[in-house]
Nanobody, 120 residues
């Protein structure tokens, strides 16, 4: 069984920082590309940042250099360091991972989400 678990969300003031983690566990052969997404009520889920299997990264325009995505392949974990947070960053943040599992099956998995709230 494969699990994708996010953690690290919480409540911070404007200008504060949080580090989100996305840990994959189970019968995993390889963690391929991973993306962090966010969603607010009534809006579509949107991509925040992504990292591929060789560490190449991409960011949404609204990140504006404030967030950094990274990965620790030994721990099957991807991080999202979020600095200079703004109230408009308030959302549920989800991790999506392209995983290869035993039997060389490959598909996308979603985590359960972690709430980030930035107070003004």
């Amino acid at each position: 069984q494969v699990q994708l678990v996010e953690s690290g969300g919480g409540l911070v003031h404007t200008g504060g920082s949080l580090r989100l983690s996305c840990a994959a566990s189970g019968s995993i052969v390889n963690v391929n590309a991973v993306g962090w997404y966010r969603q607010t009520p009534g809006k579509q889920r949107e991509l925040v940042a992504g990292i591929n299997s060789i560490g190449r990264t991409n960011y949404a325009d609204f990140v504006e250099g404030r967030f950094t995505i990274s990965r620790d392949n030994a721990k099957n974990t991807v991080y999202l360091q979020m600095d200079s947070l703004k109230p408009e960053d308030t959302a549920v943040y989800y991790c999506n991972a392209d995983l290869t599992t035993w039997g060389f099956l490959r598909r996308d998995y979603w985590g359960q989400g972690t709430q980030v709230t930035v107070s003004s």
